[in-house]
């Protein structure tokens, strides 16, 4: 111990002065990382989240539309399939389809 202050006391008093001023600021500096590392995962953490809400809040908006669009598709292939019914049975009731079901004799 009684070295190491002969030492320093060897240091004149400006250049003892810079090492402290630049020993001190990198302290404190390794300090406030230290002590900010908490903050820095909890804000990359919410950042996380707020981009995993929008992007569930922009899926759910696409499946409505796909919904939407699968409700319109399948009523309107419902009104074809009434329409194709209604016109066999106009056909049939008829009888045009009489002699178009017969075979053929030769």
């Known amino acids: 111990m009684i070295r190491l202050l002969d030492l320093l006391g060897g240091i004149p008093a400006p250049w003892l002065s810079l090492i402290g001023v630049i020993f001190g600021g990198a302290g404190l500096k390794f ?3 230290f002590l900010g590392r908490g903050q820095v995962k909890e804000d990359v953490a919410t950042q996380l989240r707020d981009e995993l809400r929008k992007e569930l809040k922009e899926l759910r908006e696409r499946v409505d539309e796909l919904e939407a669009e699968n ?7 419902f009104k074809a399939e009434e329409e194709v019914a209604v016109r066999n049975a106009l056909i049939a009731s008829h009888g ?3 002699s178009a079901l017969k075979p053929e004799t030769d």
């Open 31 to 33: 300090l406030e990382w």
């Open 96 to 98: 045009c389809m009489g």
């Open 71 to 77: 409700d319109k598709w399948r009523a309107r292939a």
